[in-house]
């Protein structure tokens, strides 16, 4: 006997779930030249900006909708809605590729956040790597329109790994000939340093830019042309939070350390040496006598890392 039931709808399913990841570095500026600003307020910058050996990990598999959860040692005080910059890319992303899928995301965050750094301006960079190659959408290009209204650090975050100099407002991106390997140590003491305060403190707006890069330098070429540029932000931070000059000095205690100085705004600051063998050395004792900082070892990344 024929059976006049209708046949019952299969259920939606989604594929087998695909997983992608990413890495999202610190972003160090090794010198940061202000040499002006613009009737908008936006501060014109020439910095050398580079990628240490230590990072925020993402993952990301399809979902119906986007969504984020945070973990990992810095976790806390990091929002999971769509304040955070990675939710903002994944939404940026998914607007200008039409896209209909979404996206679980998660974050480990292991870098501290707020501490000149670029951790949450790399995070945004890396999710939109990520999630192009989940969605199977073109990436979109540094330049784009949906990418600076990110954030003045994303652009130079989407060129990591390679060291990069970073002038205009963060929108001119130039390469840099090779560096020499060598590695940092990276330092933060418990302090805040907001940005606007430290740019407030800033007496002189009108700095001369970065003096000409060597060309293929040696370690000692580069700790040369280093000692020779600036931060012109790290006397106004040390107003603010005084625990920086200490934490250089500390840096600069070393006799290993050929360069030391800040990153951005602040507060991590850097001591740079020629290998990660000085590097950990280094960073295990700082972490022993100041228990309270965040202390890491990190190599000095480049495209063939």
């Not at 501490?115 to 995070?123: K, M, P, Q, T, V």
């Not at 070429?221 to 500390?250: C, M, Q, S, Y």
């Amino acid at each position: 006997m024929l059976s006049c039931m209708k046949k019952a709808k299969t259920p939606f399913t989604w594929p087998a779930k695909v997983i992608t990841k990413a890495s999202a570095p610190a972003k160090i500026n090794l010198t940061l030249h202000v040499t002006g600003q613009q009737s908008d307020g936006y501060h014109l910058l020439d910095s050398l900006v580079v990628f240490a050996g230590v990072s925020d990990q993402l993952t990301a598999t399809l979902a119906p909708d986007i969504s984020l959860t945070v973990s990992g040692p810095f976790a806390a005080g990091v929002p999971s809605d769509s304040t955070n910059l990675v939710m903002k890319a994944a939404r940026a992303l998914q607007a200008a590729r039409s896209v209909k899928k979404g996206a679980a995301i998660t974050l480990e965050k292991n870098l501290p956040h707020a501490a000149g750094i670029g951790g949450g301006s790399s995070d945004a960079a890396a999710t939109l790597a990520m999630l192009s190659k989940l969605w199977g959408v073109p990436p979109l290009k540094a330049t784009a329109p949906e990418v600076l209204a990110l954030g003045a650090d994303v652009p130079v975050c989407m060129r990591a790994l390679s060291p990069i100099r970073m002038s205009g407002i963060g929108d001119v991106l130039s390469p840099v000939p090779a560096l020499p390997r060598c590695a940092l140590v990276l330092a933060r003491p418990p302090v805040d340093v907001p940005t606007a305060a430290v740019f407030k403190k800033l007496k002189a707006k009108d700095g001369a830019p970065m003096t000409r890069f060597p060309t293929r330098p040696d370690f000692d070429a580069f700790v040369g042309w280093l000692n020779a540029n600036r931060n012109d932000l790290r006397v106004p931070a040390g107003k603010v939070a005084p625990e920086i000059e200490a934490t250089i000095k500390k840096l600069e205690s070393f006799p290993t350390v050929a360069a030391a100085g800040m990153s951005g705004s602040g507060a991590t600051c850097f001591g740079l040496v020629k290998d990660m063998a000085a590097a950990r050395q280094i960073a295990r004792v700082v972490q022993v006598s100041e228990m309270s900082w965040w202390v890491a070892p990190a190599e000095v990344l480049s495209s063939n890392s």
